[in-house]
């Protein structure tokens, strides 16, 4: 079965700083998506950024990057000049390629990011 | 306003109660689920409903009922639950089971068994 880990439960940064958190993954699967999700403080949980996996390309959305690196099972998000509304849980979750049971979504346990003004 | 709405936000119970949970999502999609998320644990799925269906259920205790009277509208029905049992409880839909694009999510009911 597929598991996503994510070492950092708490991480913080500096306004206007950059910050990185981590995200592996243990698949046997070649094909597969896989996504970045943040949840404000009483807010719904909103998709960041998503990566496919037969993508070679980094995926980036604005101030959002990931460091996708397929052999070595990473996913990394990288949030550039950190703004006071990142302030979030950070989810990373796996998806299959296939449809059914094993299109649905796995997740990680989450990392708090706090940004220091 | 991401277009998934729950009810209650907040809601505390004793062990004996029945209530329900109500989630409701305006993007017309066909597949709609339950997740239950407790600090420090990754989320949790419960069910899946699709075109109306139940397509999964995780192993979830009896004491939780989901229904699904239609594509819009989804219900989680809570009876004699045990104090283990509070946590977030998240509505999730997209625009079909197990499709490669993303969950929208609602802002969850926060449960509190006493």
């Known amino acids: 079965a597929q598991t996503v880990t994510q070492s950092q439960p708490e991480m913080s940064v500096q306004e206007a700083e950059t910050v990185t958190l981590s995200c592996t993954y243990d698949?046997?699967?070649?094909?597969?998506?896989l996504f970045w999700y943040k949840q404000p403080p009483s807010r719904q949980m909103i998709l960041v950024i998503r990566?496919?996996?037969?993508?070679?390309q980094n995926a980036t959305e604005n101030r959002f990057s990931v460091n996708f690196q397929k052999a070595a099972k990473s996913f990394s998000l990288k949030i550039s000049d950190s703004q006071l509304g990142d302030a979030a849980m950070y989810f990373c979750?796996?998806?299959?390629?296939?449809?059914?049971?094993?299109?649905?979504?796995?997740f990680g346990k989450g990392t708090k990011l706090s940004v220091k003004p | 306003e991401t277009g998934v709405t729950q009810t209650p936000r907040h809601l505390v119970m004793g062990m004996t109660n029945k209530k329900s949970l109500k989630c409701e999502q305006h993007?017309?999609?066909?597949?709609m689920y339950w997740y239950k998320q407790s600090a420090k644990k990754p989320l949790e799925l419960m069910f899946v409903?699709?075109?109306?269906?139940?397509?999964e259920n995780n192993s979830v205790p009896s004491r939780f009922s989901p229904e699904c009277p239609n594509s819009s509208h989804l219900f989680l029905h809570l009876h004699t639950l045990q104090p283990e049992d509070s946590a977030l409880y998240l509505c999730?839909?997209?625009?079909?089971?197990?499709?490669?694009?993303?969950?929208?999510f609602g802002p969850g009911t926060r449960l509190t068994v006493t």
């Open positions: 999730a839909s997209s625009p079909k089971w197990g499709d490669a694009y993303e969950q929208y």
């Open positions: 698949t046997s699967e070649s094909d597969y998506y």
């Open positions: 990566q496919e996996a037969y993508k070679q």
């Open positions: 979750a796996y998806r299959s390629a296939n449809g059914g049971s094993q299109g649905n979504l796995i």
């Open positions: 993007l017309g999609h066909n597949a």
């Open positions: 409903y699709n075109f109306k269906e139940q397509t």
